[in-house]
C-alpha cells in the first residue's frame, strides 16, 4: 500500500470533523453561501473540500458512487483506509462524488420514496470554480435571493419539481463549498 | 467509532509460506498481549521513536467467526471490542495494530513494535519484545490446560452391554 493512501487523513478527528460538519450544515441552512471547508489531502484526483465532506459525512454504512475519472485505484483505496465505505453503482449509491458531467444523467440516483423522502442521494459536484454570479436562488434558507455557479439550471429546476422527494447538491473547489438542496428554486 | 466488516477467523489459516506470514505472527502476539505488557517490554529494550498518526486510536467492534471442530461451516462466534491505530515513523515504515480491547495506549505501543520490526531494529525487538511475549502466552496456556487436565475425569466400562 502507498504511504499516500495512509497519509492525508484528519489528523484531529473530532475537531476537524466539527469544523467540516458546520461549514457543510451552513451550506446546506444558506443555499448559495460559500463556505470554506478543510481538513483532508485526499490523492490528486479529488479536491480537498471533497475529501473533507467524505470523510465528515461518510462511514462503513454509506455507499459511495465515483462517477467518471475520480474513479481511479487511488481514490478507491484513500476512501477505503480512511472511511471503509462500500463502493456501488448509481441506483444504490447515498453519496456520487464526480464532476457534473460525468455525474449525469440525474435519473440514475435514487430519489427517495414517498414514505421515506431521506432515502436519496446526496451529489458532491467538483466544480472548477465557485463564484457568487450566475443563476438566482430562492427559498428556505435564503432571504431575499442568492446567486450560485450552477453548472445547468434545468436540470435544478426539475429536481425542485420532484419535492419533497429530489436529490441534495453539495459543490466543491479546493477548499470551498456550497450547497443546493431539494427546496431552493432556481431561476 | 466504527464498526468494520473485517473478520478474523478464530481458525488460523494454515497457509504456511505467504510472504505476510512472519508479520500476522508477530501482529496476533500484539493484539492478544495482555495490558502494558508490550509498552513494559518495549521501554526496558529501547527509546520510543518518534511517529505521526495515519489514524488515530478508534475503538470499535469486530464480528468474531469461527467453525466447528475447525471443519464445519463457517458461523458468528460473537462481536468484540478491538481497538485500532496505524501510524508512520520518521523513517517512513508504517505500523498498523488491531488490538482487542478498549486500549488506546496498547494499541500505539502494538503500531510503534509492528512498524519498528520492519527496520533494522527487528532482531533486537524479537529479542526482547515478541520472545518474552510468545513465552509468557505459552505458558498461560499450558497452566490452563494443566488446571483443566487436572479435574479431568475417565469414563470407561468394564464390560459392554451382553458381549
Redesign the interface.
Known amino acids: 500500500m502507498q504511504a499516500n493512501t495512509l497519509s492525508g487523513g484528519f489528523t484531529n478527528p473530532a475537531t476537524q470533523s466539527a469544523h467540516a460538519f458546520r461549514s457543510v450544515m451552513e451550506a446546506m441552512a444558506r443555499p448559495g453561501t460559500i463556505q470554506d471547508i478543510e481538513g483532508a489531502e485526499p490523492p490528486a484526483s479529488l479536491s480537498s473540500a471533497a475529501g473533507t465532506v467524505l470523510l465528515t459525512l461518510c462511514d462503513t454504512e454509506t455507499p459511495i458512487y465515483l462517477a467518471g475519472a475520480i474513479d481511479c485505484a487511488d481514490v478507491r483505496e484513500w476512501l477505503s483506509f480512511h472511511i471503509g465505505s462500500p463502493f456501488v453503482g448509481p441506483a444504490n449509491c447515498m453519496f456520487a462524488v464526480g464532476s457534473w458531467d460525468a455525474l449525469e444523467p440525474l435519473s440514475a440516483y435514487p430519489i427517495g420514496t414517498s414514505e421515506y423522502p431521506d432515502r436519496s442521494a446526496t451529489l458532491i459536484v467538483e466544480t472548477p470554480q465557485l463564484t457568487s454570479l450566475g443563476a438566482k436562488l430562492s427559498g428556505p434558507g435564503i432571504k431575499d435571493q442568492a446567486m450560485l455557479s450552477l453548472p445547468k439550471r434545468a436540470a435544478f429546476q426539475a429536481n425542485r419539481m420532484l419535492f419533497p422527494l429530489g436529490l441534495d447538491f453539495i459543490f466543491t473547489t479546493a477548499h470551498q463549498i456550497a450547497a443546493l438542496p431539494r427546496t431552493t428554486e432556481v431561476s | 467509532m466504527?464498526?468494520?466488516?473485517e473478520e478474523s477467523q478464530v481458525v488460523e489459516m494454515k497457509d504456511t509460506g505467504h510472504e505476510n506470514n512472519s508479520r500476522k505472527a508477530w501482529m496476533g502476539l500484539l493484539a492478544k498481549a495482555p495490558e502494558g505488557r508490550v509498552a513494559a517490554l518495549l521501554e526496558g529494550e529501547m527509546e520510543r521513536p518518534d511517529f505521526t498518526?495515519?489514524?488515530?486510536p478508534?475503538i470499535g467492534s469486530t464480528m468474531v467467526r469461527g467453525r466447528a471442530g475447525a471443519i464445519g461451516a463457517p458461523f458468528n462466534l460473537g462481536e468484540m471490542t478491538i481497538t485500532r491505530c496505524?501510524l508512520?515513523l520518521e523513517t517512513?515504515e508504517?505500523g498498523h495494530a488491531y488490538i482487542q480491547g478498549r486500549r488506546k495506549a496498547d494499541a500505539e505501543t502494538a503500531a510503534l513494535v509492528d512498524a519498528l520490526m520492519q527496520t533494522e531494529k527487528a532482531a533486537r525487538l524479537r529479542q526482547a519484545v515478541l520472545n518474552p511475549l510468545e513465552a509468557e502466552m505459552n505458558a498461560a496456556k499450558a497452566a490452563r490446560a494443566a488446571k483443566a487436565a487436572a479435574t479431568k475425569v475417565d469414563f470407561f466400562t468394564m464390560t459392554r452391554g451382553k458381549d
Open positions: 466504527y464498526s468494520c466488516g498518526w495515519l489514524r488515530a478508534e496505524a508512520t517512513g508504517t
